[in-house]
């Protein structure tokens, strides 16, 4: 395998498994209310994952040899940045949630005494 795309390969699965065994074990066990910040910041992140997977695509496709493999990279990078302004416009009100303090679980026994618990 090329040195470059071996690099590349590397790094996704690295961050694959780092999401695996790190993010979704947190996300699959707790079950407390998640408040507006909270949800706007990680939404945000994962909309800057997703927009690098897409940028990754976009840079490698002119290297694929093959004209389905360019294809194939380069409809990877645009079908990953599709749902990415509908993501940024519930990220824009989940902010805007936050700053209201819409949403805060303000009486409900959550909230913000909630995620300041240790994980």
Do not use: F
């Given at each position: 395998?090329?040195?470059?795309?071996?690099?590349?390969?590397t790094t996704v699965r690295e961050a694959r498994a780092k999401i695996?065994?790190?993010?979704?074990?947190?996300?699959?066990?707790?079950?407390?209310?998640?408040?507006?910040?909270?949800?706007?910041?990680?939404?945000?992140?994962?909309?800057?994952?997703?927009?690098?997977?897409?940028?990754?695509?976009?840079?490698?496709?002119?290297?694929?040899?093959?004209?389905?493999?360019?294809?194939?990279?380069?409809?990877?990078?645009?079908?990953?940045?599709?749902?990415?302004?509908?993501?940024?416009?519930?990220?824009?009100?989940?902010?805007?949630?936050a700053g209201s303090g819409a949403g805060s679980g303000s009486g409900?026994?959550?909230?913000?005494?909630?995620?300041?618990?240790?994980?």
């Open positions: 395998m090329d040195g470059d795309i071996e690099a590349m390969s695996r065994e790190d993010a979704l074990p947190r996300a699959r066990a707790r079950r407390e209310a998640v408040v507006p910040a909270d949800q706007a910041a990680l939404l945000a992140e994962l909309i800057e994952l997703v927009d690098t997977a897409a940028e990754l695509a976009d840079a490698v496709h002119m290297r694929m040899t093959t004209p389905d493999g360019r294809t194939a990279y380069l409809q990877a990078g645009r079908r990953l940045r599709d749902p990415l302004e509908h993501l940024r416009g519930h990220r824009r009100r989940l902010t805007a949630q409900s026994g959550s909230g913000a005494a909630e995620a300041s618990k240790p994980s």
